[in-house]
């Protein structure tokens, strides 16, 4: 397994393929209460927040952006987890074009929106106690699906990926 961490401001291209699954790319978010993003996807972009990098099935909370081909948006305890919330989002995805997204969190809860500025257009809401923090981003997308991820605004934060590093160790 190869694993690079870099130290970035903003990240403007990050694909995800048909081999990639969660943790290919980690970002920190400890210290965070939102994150912003942009993904190209013609349907089901997943993103998974959880407290403990790496670990996606205790203690986290997965988004399906345009899952159910691309009508639906779900928000579930874990990796595969319980359906904690879901939105009927037909066409929320755009196989062409840059779909801006939010998403932010307090202790014990979280909320997913569309667009660049959080708390505006929330289409998700789950309020949980206990809950617990959040301190890493992890993305992907199903198989035959390629995503393209933008995030910004993310100053001196810690991404980790798996690919970079493989592919400089192998030159």
Request: hydrophobic letters at 40%; one cysteine or more; charged letters at 15%.
């Amino acid at each position: 397994m190869c694993l690079c961490c870099l130290s970035v401001t903003s990240i403007r291209h990050v694909t995800t393929e048909v081999e990639d699954g969660y943790g290919f790319f980690l970002l920190s978010l400890t210290d965070k209460s939102e994150v912003t993003f942009s993904v190209t996807a013609c349907k089901e972009a997943n993103v998974i927040l959880s407290q403990i990098p790496g670990i996606f099935k205790y203690r986290s909370y997965e988004v399906l952006i345009g899952t159910a081909e691309n009508t639906e948006t779900w928000l579930r305890r874990s990796d595969n987890g319980a359906l904690l919330a879901f939105m009927v989002t037909p066409g929320i995805l755009n196989c062409e074009t840059h779909q801006f997204f939010w998403i932010s969190w307090t202790i014990s809860s979280i909320s997913f929106g569309k667009g660049n500025i959080p708390q505006q257009n929330r289409i998700l809401y789950h309020n949980e106690h206990p809950g617990h923090a959040l301190n890493s981003l992890s993305i992907r997308t199903p198989a035959g699906v390629r995503g393209v991820w933008g995030f910004a605004s993310i100053y001196g934060e810690h991404v980790f990926m798996l690919r970079i590093l493989c592919i400089i160790m192998k030159q």
